[in-house]
Every structure is written in structure tokens, then in C-alpha cells.
């Protein structure tokens, strides 16, 4: 189910409003301080220095004559500056309260973010990852993250120049009702000015996000593959992609910045203007005897300091647009389809497996139709076909990292819709082509299932993946590093300790996808013949172009565009006219060129 972007930030909010009511009452308070300064420096001119009546609520009239009024207070000057003192230092307390206050509630809300969607990513299905780069996905966890962060720190401020607004423009119309009016003439302006301008960024920032998205994506899937860079001599290629990538990263910005200086001037603008027309105002109010030196002075210091929330009113909608914008990327990932963990049966897995008039399509391609086929339990079936003939694909609705358009995929007789997902994917054991490894040890990157790891069973796992002994050459033996993807193991190394760790995991059916096509043969031999030996009971699913891999197999199935065109032993295969026996004839023929350019 799908959620607004707003009640996904309502949601990582959760726990965390007692900090925004704690921000919002010292909001309050503090700018209700902050404007007495100024109320007081008016009375004292007016009414201590000068001979006026005291303008101040009643109650705090009456108690003033109570001390002994405009006389007390001028022998007595320093309790003027005493309340000043303590009317600031009450503001400053506010403050700290609110920043404490707002700095919880903006880093928990980052916390939150960047939990929620890891996880969501953790669960997200294998579609959605083929269909998003991975520098869009961090850009959107990082960048993204932060942005919206950021605003929900000035959500705070929202309220602050709001109040502080409200509450100013209270204190003028105390002092003059008109000259209040004139005032406030800014504001509506202001205001039309900063939404028409935040829609206008909105757009640009869209757009700048997204070329930032695509920029990384291109960056981390350079890093990703040095040595094929290098290898096919694609550095310049590389540089000429990454600097019309770069060139729309920063034209996307530079438009962002055209729209923002004419917002930042503008905006500038205007609170000057209304410092001259309140301050052209107040002359002519005063000339004409409607008011007080004292009260022009507290109306003007009121007044500058509306000049930074109105200011700041059109910054707060300018960010507002960026961070709109920010969280519906992010609230796009958190929406991403979700496999379903929870529900499903849970039984001990024997391995019979059964594909049952199979029909699969990626988009409109159709892979499969009606693919039907079968691996008893315990037996090894291996699968020959050409590039984009579906041998992958077949483990991947297996492991149900997709769902079949059709037909059904069982499992000991359940089909696999059926069967719970972390049940399933612990018994389908997939050791892939180009295996994976975390910048962890050996040790750790085989027992990467298990939190309390058993030596002796990673040990077993490595003699039968014929790669305990290049291990213990190496001077930290299992403790060795093996770096980022596995960066210092060689291509065989890699494969063969991908395979103990699928080999570890206890996995009843294990899936070789053309996973040992980086060691030698006599290796492909010993891996073969100790899995034979040792993992009895076991239902095995080997794909490999190797005939020498597929022949001891019990079934070999040949898929020529997503059909199984041929099924046997290698003895039948071998003798029927057909893609096998060609296969073998030519592979064949290779082995005793070799030998005879061996012996000459």
C-alpha cells in the first residue's frame, strides 16, 4: 500500500512532537520577550524621561505608582536596566530551549528516515533494484535525507515568524493603528512574491535533484568496474559521458541560481521598502502631533525587526519547494513493491522440484511459454543454452526473486507463491556467474548467515569448493581482508568461495549459474566429484557451456530461446542430431587442436 508523502513524514515524526511542542512554547514565549525590549525603551523615553502617562496595561500602571511612579523609577534608573537585562536573558533561554528542542527533533527525524527506508530497501524486490540506479538510490538516502531534514528544523521557524509577526504587529497597532496599516501593506506582497517564485524553484530543484541522481549513478558505476574501464581503454569514452553528465548537473544548477538571484533581490528589496514607507509614514504622524517621540522609536525598532521574519517568510517558502520536492524522491522509495517475509509455509525442504507449463515475460519480451520440466530430489540437473536462452532466469523464479505470468513453480509439491520467503531462499542456494563478496574476511563472507560461526563446517565448506588450500597460503589465512568486492582474490578465488558460502549455508538445493567458469577444469572436476561425495540428498541445478561439467549430470536440458528444445543424459544427447551433439563435436574438436599444437 502506497502512502502520501506527507503522512510518510507524518510517520517519522512519530515520537518525536514532544520536541516540537517544547520548540513551539519557547517559540512563543521567546518572541513575546523579544518584543518588551523595544516597549520598554518607549515607555522610559515617554514616561520616565518624559512627562507622558505611562502607556502599560492597567495593573502594571497601578503598580508602578504604588513604588512612587515617574520619580521613583528616574532615582532609580538601574531597575530599568535590571528588567531589560532580565527580559534578554529570559529570550535567551527561550532560544537555547527551542534550538535544544529543534536539534532533537530534526537529527531523530533524519535517524528515522534513513532506518526506514534502509530497511524498506532491505525487503524491496528484486524488480525494483533492477529498475534504479544506485547512485539515485544513495542520492535519495543522503541528499534527499537531508534536505528535508533541514526544513523540519525550519518548520520551527514557520511558527516563530508567524508569531513574531502577529505578535509585533499587536505591540504596533498599541502605538498607531494607521501606521500599523502601513506597515503590513509589505506582507501580502511579500508573500504572493515568495509562493510565485517557490513554485519556480520547485521545478528547477526537480530537475537539479535528478541530474545529481544521474550524475552519482554514473560516478559509482564507474568505480565499480576500474578494471574494465581500463581493460577495454574506455577512460576517455568514461570522461566524455561523466562531463556531459557533469555540464547538465551544473546548467541544472546554474538555472536554479538565475531563478534564486532574482529571489534574493527582490526579496531584499522589499523589507527596505517598507523600512522607508513606515519610516516616511512616522514623520509625517509625528509632525502632526499623533505621535510620540518615544512611541516612533519603539514603532521603528518594531519595525526592523519584521524585517527578518518577512524575510525570512520567503526563504522558508523557498525551501519549502526544495524540500517537497526532496520528499517525494524519498517517499518514492519507501512505496517501492515489497516482498512479503512474514506469511507463507515453513516446512523442511527435500528438493523435488517441478516447473509447471512456466510462462514469463521482462516487459513485452517473452522468455518463457509453457516450460515445463523437473529435478527429482536429491538428483543433478544441468541446463546448456545460448546467451538470453533463460537458464537464469529459471533460479531467479526459483528463488522467486520474480513471479511467474503463468503456470507454477512447486517445490516438494507447494508452490513457491506458497512457501515463505525466508524458508525458500534459504534452501535455494544460487552461487551466480559474477559472485558477490562484502570488504569483510573470508571467514566472515562464508558464515555471512551465521552470527556465531563454525569453523570446522567453513573449513569443510572450502575442501569441497577446492579453495581451503589457497586460503591458508595467504598470511592471514580466513582472517584474511578480501577488500571491496572481493578486490583481492583472483576471478577462481572468488567463485570458489562464493560457492563454500552457498556450501555453508546448508542450502537443499544449490544452483551453480555458470559458476565455475573462471577455474580450470581439473578444479571443476574436484568441486564436482567432492559435492557428489559429500552432499548426499542434495538437489543440484548446473548451468555451464562446459560439456565436461554437464556430462555426469543425471538430466541435461537444452533451452534454445526460453524452450527446451532437448532432455537426456549425455550419452542420449550425444548420439540425437541436435545443439548438444554439435556442442560437443566442436568443443571436441578444440581439445584435440590444443593437444596437437601442445605436442608440435
Not at 528516515?113 to 525494483?128: I, N
Amino acid at each position: 500500500m502506497t502512502i502520501s508523502k506527507y503522512k510518510f513524514l507524518s510517520k517519522q515524526l512519530k515520537g518525536n512532537y514532544k520536541y516540537l511542542f517544547t520548540a513551539v512554547i519557547f517559540i512563543l514565549i521567546g518572541s513575546f520577550f523579544s518584543f518588551l525590549g523595544p516597549k520598554l525603551i518607549g515607555v522610559a523615553v515617554d514616561s520616565i524621561i518624559g512627562t507622558a502617562p505611562f502607556d502599560l496595561p492597567v495593573f502594571v500602571t497601578e503598580y508602578i505608582n504604588s513604588l512612587g511612579g515617574r520619580e521613583y523609577f528616574l532615582r532609580n534608573i538601574w531597575i530599568v536596566i535590571l528588567v531589560f537585562v532580565g527580559i534578554k536573558i529570559t529570550e535567551a533561554v527561550c532560544e537555547f530551549l527551542r534550538l535544544y528542542a529543534s536539534n532533537h527533533l530534526g537529527e531523530n527525524l533524519g535517524y528515522n528516515m534513513r532506518q526506514t527506508l534502509f530497511e524498506r530497501l532491505q525487503s524491496a524486490t528484486f524488480a525494483y533494484h533492477k529498475s534504479i540506479y544506485t547512485g539515485d538510490i544513495i542520492q535519495r538516502c543522503s541528499t534527499d535525507i537531508d534536505t528535508v531534514r533541514m526544513f523540519v528544523l525550519e518548520m520551527t521557524d514557520i511558527i516563530r515568524v508567524v508569531s513574531k509577526i502577529a505578535i509585533a504587529y499587536w505591540f504596533m497597532a498599541g502605538i498607531s493603528v494607521p501606521l500599523a496599516l502601513v506597515s503590513f501593506t509589505t506582507v501580502p506582497l511579500v508573500s504572493a512574491f515568495s509562493i510565485f517564485f517557490g513554485g519556480k524553484i520547485r521545478q528547477r530543484f526537480l530537475a537539479a535533484d535528478e541530474a545529481e541522481g544521474e550524475l552519482q549513478s554514473r560516478v559509482q558505476e564507474n568505480l565499480s568496474a576500474p578494471r574494465v574501464v581500463r581493460a577495454f581503454g574506455k577512460q576517455k569514452q568514461e570522461r566524455d559521458l561523466f562531463e556531459a553528465g557533469n555540464n547538465l548537473f551544473s546548467d541544472m544548477w546554474l538555472k536554479m541560481g538565475d531563478v534564486m538571484a532574482w529571489f534574493w533581490a527582490i526579496g531584499d528589496l522589499l523589507p527596505v521598502l517598507q523600512v522607508i514607507l513606515v519610516l516616511s509614514s512616522g514623520t509625517y504622524f509625528a509632525v502632526q502631533g499623533l505621535i510620540t517621540p518615544g512611541q516612533i522609536i519603539s514603532f521603528m525598532v518594531y519595525n526592523n525587526m519584521l524585517a527578518w521574519p518577512i524575510r525570512s517568510l520567503g526563504r522558508i517558502i523557498g525551501n519549502m519547494a526544495k524540500a517537497t520536492v526532496a520528499l517525494g524522491r524519498i517517499t518514492e522509495v519507501y512505496n517501492a513493491d515489497q516482498e512479503d517475509y512474514e506469511s507463507g509455509s515453513k516446512f523442511d525442504i527435500k528438493g523435488d522440484i517441478e516447473f509447471k507449463n512456466v510462462s514469463f515475460s521482462f516487459g513485452r519480451q517473452k522468455i518463457f511459454e509453457n516450460l515445463s520440466f523437473t529435478v527429482p530430489a536429491g538428483q543433478t540437473v544441468a541446463i546448456l543454452g545460448a546467451s538470453g536462452s533463460g537458464k537464469s532466469t529459471i533460479l531467479a523464479l526459483l528463488a522467486r526473486f520474480y513471479d511467474v505470468d503463468s503456470g507454477e513453480i512447486t517445490i516438494d509439491g507447494v508452490n513457491v507463491k506458497d512457501i515463505n520467503l525466508h524458508t525458500l531462499r534459504q534452501n535455494v542456494g544460487i552461487v551466480m556467474q559474477e559472485p558477490f563478496l562484502f570488504g569483510k574476511t573470508i571467514k566472515e563472507n562464508i558464515s555471512i548467515t551465521d552470527s556465531h560461526p563454525d569453523m570446522d563446517r567453513i573449513v569443510r565448506s572450502t575442501e569441497i569448493a577446492q579453495v581451503h588450500r589457497s586460503i591458508t597460503n595467504f598470511e592471514k589465512g580466513y582472517d584474511t581482508i578480501v577488500g571491496e568486492k572481493g578486490v583481492t582474490l583472483s576471478g577462481g578465488q572468488k567463485q570458489r568461495v562464493a560457492i563454500a558460502r552457498t556450501l555453508y549455508s546448508g542450502a537443499r538445493i544449490l544452483c551453480f549459474d555458470d559458476s565455475l567458469s573462471a577455474v580450470d577444469s581439473l578444479t571443476d572436476a574436484n568441486i564436482r566429484k567432492e559435492l557428489h561425495k559429500r552432499v548426499e540428498g542434495i538437489t543440484t541445478i548446473i548451468i555451464s557451456q562446459r560439456v565436461n561439467t554437464l556430462m555426469e549430470a543425471d538430466k541435461i536440458l537444452v533451452l534454445d530461446r526460453g524452450t527446451i528444445v532437448q532432455q537426456g543424459t549425455h550419452a542420449q544427447l550425444a548420439d540425437q542430431p541436435g545443439i548438444y551433439r554439435e556442442i560437443v563435436k566442436i568443443q571436441s574438436d578444440i581439445i584435440e587442436q590444443t593437444r596437437q599444437e601442445a605436442k608440435g
